[in-house]
């Protein structure tokens, strides 16, 4: 089967910053994105967990999108100036697709 070299970019961001950088990414072109909770982790800051929680003040969630490499660069950029003074990872990195129109 063919496949087609993208780039997968995630997002990790406090929930009430979400629809922030939803509107973000529609401006800068991505067609297409997935939103998921992020339920518990381990990072800089140590374990973390969303049991508890009564608010979405500390909720995360993280945003995948797939791009043709060429947005990739610009994407980034844009999207972690967005970001810089907030809470969230950012992450990068090579998929391979089956469908190359859908990206």
């Known amino acids: 089967m063919k496949t087609y070299a993208k780039k997968r970019m995630e ?3 406090e929930a009430p910053f979400l629809n922030r950088l939803l509107d973000h990414l529609d401006q800068q072109g991505v067609h297409g994105y997935t939103v998921v909770p992020a339920i518990a982790g381990k990072g800089h800051g140590g374990n973390w967990s969303r049991d508890g ?3 979405d003040a500390g909720r ?3 945003v995948i999108c797939i791009l043709d490499p060429s947005d990739a660069s ?3 950029e844009s999207t972690y100036a967005q970001m810089s003074n907030r ?3 950012v992450s990068l990195g090579d ?3 089956v469908r190359n129109d859908h990206f």
Request: aromatic share 0%; no cysteine; glycine share 6%.
């Open 11 to 13: 997002i990790i961001i």
């Open 53 to 55: 929680l009564v608010s």
């Open 60 to 62: 995360l969630v993280m």
């Open 74 to 76: 610009t994407l980034l």
């Open 87 to 89: 809470i969230g990872i």
């Open 95 to 97: 998929v391979e697709v």
